[in-house]
């Protein structure tokens, strides 16, 4: 019968899921809880090596330093659960984080900097200013008005004939500052009009498209 752990490392390591193979740093780590806290949640496995090979957690020692990195190292607070698992004489540690109601989720970096970070795939990528904003405004009770004027018009018709825009292309073409640029793709997004799209090189916006349900 394959061990619970086992099964976890054979999915790899993914949006929900990462691999430590140990923690030296509790400011590095508060960049992961961050991460999966501001998205959807995940699963950090410790004592497992990035291909998957268990080596084996110091859990007492591992422990305290997630714990130092949610409550210390993070702003606000990040809660998680926690479960040692013993396999083939190795122990891992399982941590679980779910995903946040209180977004967005900051993590103080080695030079004393807060920045808050979102998972996409297997990466923890750095969130920019919208969707600060947007986690911002989701997180209190109170709506996001919308005025649809021309400057609205310009990016949603571009967004019509292409795919998607960058925050630059949008000042450029519509002809305003960033900061209105930002401010109108918040309320889009706020609206579920549009949506974000992370890559390496930056975030692209695009009309948000239904989800089909799968028969």
């Not at 740093?25 to 961050?34: G, Q, T, V």
């Not at 090596?49 to 330093?65: L, Q, R, T, Y």
């Not at 993590?107 to 795939?121: F, I, P, S, V």
């Not at 309320?187 to 390496?200: D, M, Q, R, S, T």
Request: aromatic share 10%; proline share 2%; hydrophobic share 40%.
């Amino acid at each position: 019968m394959v061990h619970y752990i086992e099964k976890l490392i054979r999915e790899g390591e993914h949006q929900q899921q990462d691999f430590k193979f140990c923690i030296a740093d509790s400011r590095k780590i508060a960049k992961s809880l961050s991460a999966f806290a501001n998205t959807d949640g995940g699963k950090l496995l410790i004592g497992v090596k990035d291909n998957g090979k268990i080596a084996g957690a110091k859990v007492e020692e591992e422990f305290h330093m997630i714990k130092a990195a949610a409550d210390m190292y993070s702003r606000p607070k990040i809660a998680f659960e926690s479960k040692v698992w013993q396999i083939s004489g190795k122990n891992v540690l399982e941590i679980t984080v779910p995903p946040s109601k209180k977004m967005p989720h900051y993590a103080e970096n080695e030079k004393g900097k807060w920045l808050a970070y979102l998972r996409k795939d297997d990466e923890n990528i750095l969130a920019n200013k919208v969707l600060l904003e947007v986690w911002k405004r989701k997180s209190k009770p109170i709506g996001t008005y919308l005025k649809y004027t021309e400057t609205e018009a310009v990016l949603m018709e571009y967004l019509n004939r292409n795919q998607e825009i960058s925050l630059n292309q949008y000042c450029r073409i519509a002809k305003i500052s960033r900061y209105k640029a930002e401010r109108i793709l918040v309320k889009l997004i706020c609206w579920n009009v549009i949506e974000l799209n992370f890559y390496a090189g930056g975030t692209k916006y695009l009309i948000k498209r239904e989800k089909t349900s799968k028969i």
